[in-house]
């Protein structure tokens, strides 16, 4: 539920209201809107049977949420959320541009992708340590020494870190080293990891599942969410379907789903939907358009020795040329880069 405060109610209203929902026990989210503040009530609202809120000095109306992710939705941040990751944040008028390989696989691999990506305009190193790979027998990625040279590399450019973690033993070895954790499509339903990125308080990208529907995904955000971390991007990736042209099918629609859903950011990884470099640009270019906050690429100083999705990596060179036309669509939709 939502309790929406009258135009012009002041703090001590605010204060007065969310006193009374703690004291029975209820969480408390206010949102301060620039028409109207809103407070969201986090528990189960039985607990204020015999108590009308509306009532109360300030209070507008109180509207009940049907959704089975409530912090995640849009109704009890309005204006949306923004996602601050150091100095760089995700949701706002600026696309945040994440790039680099697949896997970490050397110091001069992830050194010169770093590079690369950086002159060409982009703010996070985004480069996979553990590898949760579909074979067993494929490389793995080089795990704890994996997060240490996406450190050193992104110190070396000014650099955020993105890289993937796998289970809640890594958390604290990873917080020494990342910047923002990401949740893959394997594990976007892994509950117990999702509560503990949450208590963690370091910023997610939380990728779909392969074959997660909206609803999963945003329930997913809310786990994380409800331990108190709302520093939550969601990462549309594509989904599998019956085509087999591409590796999996971009959903494009979902980012104007989520952007009248939920409150929270919403980026595109246009290069585990592709599987192809080829596509990557004109998906990239969709996404940009139809409002996505960001993009999420891979890049590689040389693709064809890739260990991991060689067929998907850019180069340096072609991300550089990537960026600058995603620019233009960015500045027809007023965006910025």
């Known amino acids: 539920m939502i309790i929406v405060m009258k135009h012009g109610a002041?703090?001590?209203?605010?204060q007065q209201?969310?006193?009374v929902l703690k004291e029975h026990g209820l969480g408390v989210h206010i949102s301060n809107g620039s028409t109207a503040t809103i407070i969201g009530v986090i528990g189960d609202k039985a607990k204020l049977s015999g108590v009308n809120l509306e009532l109360m000095?300030?209070?507008?109306?109180?509207?009940?949420?049907m959704h089975s992710y409530k912090l995640a939705s849009r109704e009890i941040c309005p204006q949306g959320r923004t996602v601050q990751v150091g100095d760089q944040v995700i949701g706002g008028q600026k696309l945040a541009m994440m790039a680099g390989p697949c896997a970490v696989e050397s110091e001069e691999q992830v050194f010169a992708a770093a590079r690369g990506v950086r002159q060409a305009g982009a703010a996070f190193l985004r480069g996979g340590a553990y590898k949760p790979r579909t074979s067993p027998y494929a490389f793995q990625g080089m795990e704890d020494e994996g997060y240490r040279l996406l450190r050193r590399a992104a110190d070396a450019e000014g650099l955020k870190v993105v890289s993937e973690v796998i289970s809640?033993?890594?958390?604290?070895?990873?917080?020494?080293?990342c910047d923002m954790f990401q949740i893959g499509a394997r594990n976007m339903q892994n509950f117990r990891l999702l509560r503990a990125v949450g208590r963690s308080g370091v910023p997610v990208l939380l990728k779909r599942?392969?074959?997660s529907t909206v609803e999963e995904w945003l329930d997913a955000a809310e786990y994380i969410m409800s331990e108190g971390n709302y520093n939550v991007v969601l990462c549309e990736r594509g989904i599998r379907t019956f085509e087999t042209s591409t590796r999996n099918t971009l959903d494009i629609s979902a980012v104007p789903v989520i952007k009248e859903r939920s409150c929270l950011p919403?980026?595109?990884?246009?290069?585990?939907?592709?599987?192809?470099?080829?596509?990557?640009?004109?998906l990239s270019l969709a996404a940009a358009a139809a409002g996505a906050d960001g993009l999420i690429i891979e890049v590689h100083p040389n693709p064809k020795c890739a260990l991991s999705d060689?067929?998907?990596?850019?180069?340096?060179?072609?991300?550089?040329?990537?960026?600058?036309?995603?620019?233009?669509?960015?500045?027809?939709?007023?965006?910025?880069?």
Request: one cysteine or more.
């Open 10 to 14: 002041g703090e001590k209203a605010v």
């Open 209 to 211: 599942g392969i074959a």
């Open 57 to 65: 000095e300030g209070v507008d109306k109180c509207v009940p949420i």
């Open 266 to 282: 919403v980026i595109v990884d246009p290069s585990h939907a592709a599987g192809k470099s080829a596509y990557i640009l004109p």
């Open 17 to 19: 209201v969310s006193d």
């Open 310 to 337: 060689a067929a998907q990596q850019l180069t340096p060179q072609a991300y550089g040329e990537l960026f600058e036309q995603v620019r233009r669509v960015a500045q027809a939709v007023g965006r910025t880069m």
């Open 168 to 177: 809640e033993n890594q958390l604290d070895t990873a917080a020494k080293y």
